[in-house]
């Protein structure tokens, strides 16, 4: 049986025609959806896939603290002196659950889960290429902590808040997939990357990487082995 998607959010992971046509998903169809949608306009879905939650809050976070668990740092000393002062294991998941539940995908996520009990899945925006790390004082931070050695931490550090964070208001997240990501979690490989490697600004208000369909390919069969294994909330 066809299954009809609604995408809500930045959309450009849907709107490529080889992602439309591809043969290996048959039986999937994505469809633009209204932000502000009412119930009524909710009915006849069988799943809904918000794009719109970025690493660029947590990116912030750790431009401006530490702590021991990264690489980068040998003692509350060193974090000084690199102008990191160290917070609590606690104090950086406070922060960061406080700032991820400011996107305005996760409210979305959040009150389209009081409307309906379909599967819904909040797609993570991809990485800055290494290249586009040459433009804007966000993408130079990422940068930074990656040549620190901490992309690693950082990169599951938001794959794991960001995960939490969906399961407790009811819905799936699905992290970059990891073959499109360099070795460290940190940068979409630039094989992911469209030739014009423009960027946008999103509904979040991050510059989310202007991604081909190679990579738009990974994400529909992230969606598509989610929805055949999850459950209704």
Not at 88 to 108: C, G, P
Not at 133 to 150: M, V
Not at 193 to 217: I, L, M
């Amino acid at each position: 049986m066809s299954k009809r998607l609604c995408i809500l959010g930045d959309d450009r992971l849907f709107a490529c025609e080889t992602v439309q046509g591809a043969a290996r998903w048959p039986d999937l169809s994505f469809e633009q959806g209204q932000v502000d949608m009412g119930a009524d306009l909710m009915t006849g879905y069988d799943g809904f896939v918000i794009a719109g939650l970025g690493i660029a809050p947590v990116v912030e976070i750790f431009g401006e603290l530490s702590c021991l668990d990264m690489p980068s740092v040998d003692d509350a000393m060193t974090a000084l002196d690199a102008e990191r002062p160290l917070a609590s294991t606690a104090m950086l998941r406070a922060y960061t659950r406080e700032r991820l539940e400011a996107v305005r995908a996760v409210a979305l996520a959040r009150n389209l889960r009081a409307h309906t009990e379909a599967p819904i899945f909040l797609v993570s925006l991809p990485r800055p290429s290494a290249e586009a790390c040459q433009n804007g004082e966000r993408e130079t931070e990422l940068a930074q902590l990656a040549a620190r050695g901490d992309g690693p931490f950082v990169s599951a550090w938001f794959d794991r808040m960001a995960g939490e964070l969906c399961a407790d208001i009811g819905v799936h997240f699905l992290p970059q997939p990891r073959e499109s990501l360099t070795a460290d979690g940190m940068f979409t490989k630039e094989d992911y990357v469209s030739a014009h490697n423009a960027t946008s600004k999103t509904d979040a208000g991050e510059k989310g990487v202007q991604v081909n369909a190679e990579f738009a390919c990974l994400v529909i069969d992230q969606v598509a082995h989610a929805l055949k294994t999850c459950s209704p909330a």
